[in-house]
């Protein structure tokens, strides 16, 4: 079975300062990614993910992710954040059970803005 | 236009009580989910239905009980409610059963058992 790790749980970080949000997952022979964000009370939206192809992926909001085959990550990167940033984010790897697709999320990481 | 709507958003309940969740998406998919967020905001399946037919079931106490009366629908009934069973549930749809599909997920129903 997959497993997802985020290394941590919460990071706080200061406006317009990069942040990097750590994810390794156990190792499978076709691996598919996916980052969600969870705003306060609110339900998960996808921000990217990695299927085929480059492995560096980008979302709309100036967030990117690598994937790293060799150290079997998918760091979410942002070069300056904003406090709107401020959320929950979820990485997940792709599994197949009984022929159906499911999710197996990591733990969850905080990010903390700080004006 | 909401796509995977859920209701309630809140639910507050006696323990033994039975309740319902229900959910909802109009993107004409035909695979839909449920999902648990226990305390520590840890996200885990539930079960999965693909054109109404029950296809993930992970472990779960038989007191839930999913239905699904047609592709854009699926329910959640659970009977005999615990204190652990105070959680997030999540709902989700997505266009099939492969492993590169997109979930899209609802807003939540937080369901609190006292």
């Known amino acids: 079975a997959q497993s997802v790790t985020q290394l941590d749980s919460q990071v706080p970080v200061f406006e317009e300062a990069p942040v990097e949000l750590r994810c390794n997952y156990s190792?499978?022979?076709?691996?598919?990614l996916f980052w969600y964000v969870q705003y306060p009370n609110q339900g998960l939206q996808l921000l990217l993910k990695?299927?085929?192809?480059?492995?560096l992926v980008e979302s709309i909001n100036g967030f990117e992710a690598e994937f790293n085959k060799s150290q079997t990550s998918f760091h979410l990167r942002k070069p300056s954040v904003h406090i709107s940033d401020t959320a929950e984010y979820f990485c997940?790897?792709?599994?197949?059970?009984?022929?159906?697709?499911?999710?197996?999320f990591g733990q969850g990481t905080r990010l903390t803005i700080n004006p | 236009d909401t796509a995977v709507s859920q209701t309630p958003k809140y639910l507050v309940t006696q323990m033994g009580n039975d309740k319902s969740i229900k959910c909802e998406q109009n993107?004409?998919?035909?695979?839909m989910y449920w999902y648990k967020q226990d305390s520590k905001k840890f996200l885990k399946i539930m079960f999965s239905?693909?054109?109404?037919?029950?296809?993930i079931n992970e472990t779960v106490p038989n007191r839930f009980s999913p239905k699904s009366p047609d592709k854009a629908h699926l329910n959640l009934h659970i009977n005999s409610l615990e204190l652990g069973d105070s959680a997030v549930y999540f709902c989700?749809?997505?266009?099939?059963?492969?492993?590169?599909?997109?979930?899209?997920f609802g807003a939540g129903t937080r369901l609190s058992v006292l």
């Open positions: 990695y299927l085929s192809g480059s492995t």
């Open positions: 190792s499978s022979v076709s691996v598919y």
């Open positions: 239905y693909n054109n109404k037919e029950l296809i």
């Open positions: 989700a749809s997505s266009q099939g059963v492969g492993p590169k599909n997109i979930q899209y």
């Open positions: 993107l004409g998919h035909d695979t």
């Open positions: 997940a790897v792709s599994e197949m059970i009984q022929g159906a697709q499911k999710l197996v």
